[in-house]
């Protein structure tokens, strides 16, 4: 199956910075790309959706001001958490379609924040 | 919300059969997955459905009926490496975003 890859696998930070998680879909061109967090024994929670060249879709509940996605080229999104305090610790996981993969999204191994 | 509904925990020995149920919103209904998720890990694709019926793959199934709005996962001849989350995911009409139910938690005991 197709690859998908996220930098870092683990982050510590402190209250107040920001931290840029990256997701690249590493053998195919990934038009449409998607962040989730998801908390200890609960199930992923998208937040976004974000498609290459255009602003991201943000979820109901989401502060994309705070969330900020940027979908640069068909291989690399990003997702930075500004001004990150300790309720934002979680574990964040993108996912990816491609052109040519009409149904199935391959996710990324997941980023492990922790904001001290 | 998309009402996503499925058992939190659900326990089965080994060599036996487990079927995980799953119940969802039908209004914008685009495709019902599941997925597989190890603690720590990305979640792993196993099945797809869109049409009504069942989806044979090795000693996985897996079921739709899009007019009740129901779902399940059938695993047969369980093996201790079965022990995991499922996630049953509904995909919605708008730029294919895929939603998940909590998940369930299989353990398989020896």
């Known amino acids: 199956g197709a690859v998908v890859s996220q930098h870092p696998s683990r982050v510590i930070c402190k209250s107040g910075t920001s931290v840029k998680i990256e997701c690249r879909s590493l053998?195919?061109?990934?038009?449409?790309m998607f962040w989730y967090r998801q908390f200890p024994k609960q199930s992923l929670m998208l937040m976004a959706t974000?498609?290459?060249?255009?602003?991201?879709?943000?979820e109901q509940g989401v502060e994309k001001d705070k969330f900020l996605i940027n979908h640069a080229s068909l291989t690399l999104s990003t997702l930075t958490v500004t001004s990150a305090h300790p309720e934002d610790s979680s574990f964040y996981i993108c996912?990816?379609?491609?052109?040519?993969?009409?149904?199935?999204?391959?996710f990324g191994p997941g980023t492990r924040l922790t904001v001290t | 919300g998309q009402n996503i509904d499925q058992p939190t925990e659900m326990t089965a020995t080994e060599g036996a059969i487990v079927q995980i149920n799953c119940t969802y919103q039908?209004?914008?209904?685009?495709?019902l997955f599941w997925y597989q998720q190890h603690a720590g890990e990305a979640p792993t694709f196993l099945s797809y459905n869109v049409l009504d019926g069942l989806e044979e793959k090795g000693r996985f199934s897996s079921f739709l009926s899009r007019s009740k709005g129901y779902s399940y996962l059938l695993l047969k001849e369980l093996q201790m490496k079965d022990s995991a989350s499922y996630l049953c995911g509904r995909r919605g009409s708008t730029l294919g975003r895929l939603y998940f139910g909590r998940g369930t938690q299989l353990t398989v005991w020896p």
């Open positions: 996912s990816a379609r491609g052109e040519d993969r009409s149904y199935e999204q391959y």
């Open positions: 974000s498609n290459e060249g255009s602003k991201a879709t943000y």
């Open positions: 053998d195919f061109q990934a038009t449409t």
């Open positions: 039908t209004s914008g209904f685009n495709g």
